[in-house]
Nanobody, 124 residues
Framework: QVLLVESGGGLVQPGGSLRLSCEASGRTFRTYTMGWFRQAPGKDREFVAK????????VYRDSVKGRFTISRDNAKNTVYLQMNSLKFEDTAVYYCAASPFYAGVSGTERYDYWGQGTQVTVSS
């Protein structure tokens, strides 16, 4: 059982930056692949980024490459999403998720645990 709590969302202007945090409970945090997903109103939830157990592997959707950075601090049971150069289309509820599997840089894991989400709004 892993409990995930996101924080750091808010209102930001286009071109601005925001850092999301996801604090996890559970003894097995370091064995989990951690991912960030987002969902805009009326749209399906989509993958944003993931990071492997050790933090050595990271994967991003094309639209955020070069702008977003995922990282983790296993000692703090926390995963982060640094978002720079934010655009209107980044507006969504962002969710942290955990998977007991790792499918590599080209595969897709099953995410069993999800946070409640944090709202990110990019607006001028």
């Amino acid at each position: 059982q892993v409990l995930l709590v996101e924080s750091g969302g808010g209102l930001v202007q286009p071109g601005g930056s925001l850092r999301l945090s996801c604090e996890a409970s559970g003894r097995t945090f370091r064995t989990y692949t951690m991912g960030w997903f987002r969902q805009a109103p009326g749209k399906d939830r989509e993958f944003v980024a993931k990071i492997s157990f050790s933090g050595t592997d990271t994967v991003y959707r094309d639209s955020v490459k070069g702008r977003f950075t995922i990282s983790r601090d296993n000692a703090k049971n926390t995963v982060y999403l640094q978002m720079n150069s934010l655009k209107f289309e980044d507006t969504a509820v962002y969710y942290c998720a955990a998977s007991p599997f790792y499918a590599g840089v080209s595969g897709t894991e099953r995410y069993d645990y999800w946070g409640q989400g944090t709202q990110v709004t990019v607006s001028s």
